[in-house]
């Protein structure tokens, strides 16, 4: 694992790799699914404007996300339901979803570079790097996939379940979002086991 600056991160720092960026969306929300992609960029077709999706606008990110996988050697989104989530808690169900996006990937990596501070378990090598979905473009992209896959799924949630605003909050514990599930009560797609979402449901949060 490494925190170290690769703002300066070229193909160059890892001679003779084929590296793949591996990035989440949607630890945070109460609702909906958590992804992830991987994307393996190719150095002859370089992208203009990659950096961390949550610093772009909508607009620029549903454009980028079409140009990476127009432009991409390889890239793959996975995810992992409200019920695995559950399940598994979201930090577990996380590495789940980023080691099913790294083996959707057509072309097999030699080296995994993961946004955050800890890897998934993988047959590759790997790397963890804090912040990196704004130091390396490949990181960047999956940044970018992940969420606009993610925006995507929670539109079609707002189209089952109108009254918690999706189109708006994403399923995070926004105000709206907060007030709309206590007047509503809690949807097949809330995460049962996000304090907010238990309280409601009257379960006890139990010691770690």
Known sequence: MSDRNLS???DNDYPDEI????DEAGRGPLAGPVFAAAVIL???RPLIGLRDSKKLSAERREALAEQIKENALAWAIAEC???EIDSLNILQATMVTMRHA???LAILPTLALIDGNRCPPLNIRNEAIVKGDDKVQAISAAS??????RDAALQVLHAQYPYYAFDQNKGYPTALHLE???LHGVSPVHRKSYAPVRALLGVKLTAA
């Not at 590296?19 to 591996?22: A, D, L, R, T």
């Open 19 to 22: 590296i793949c960026g591996v």
């Open 81 to 83: 339901s409200e019920e």
């Open 180 to 182: 709309r599930l206590r």
């Open 102 to 104: 790294v083996a959707g």
């Open 8 to 10: 300066l991160f070229n």
């Open 42 to 44: 190719d150095p002859q």
């Open 144 to 149: 970018i996939l992940a969420k606009t896959a």
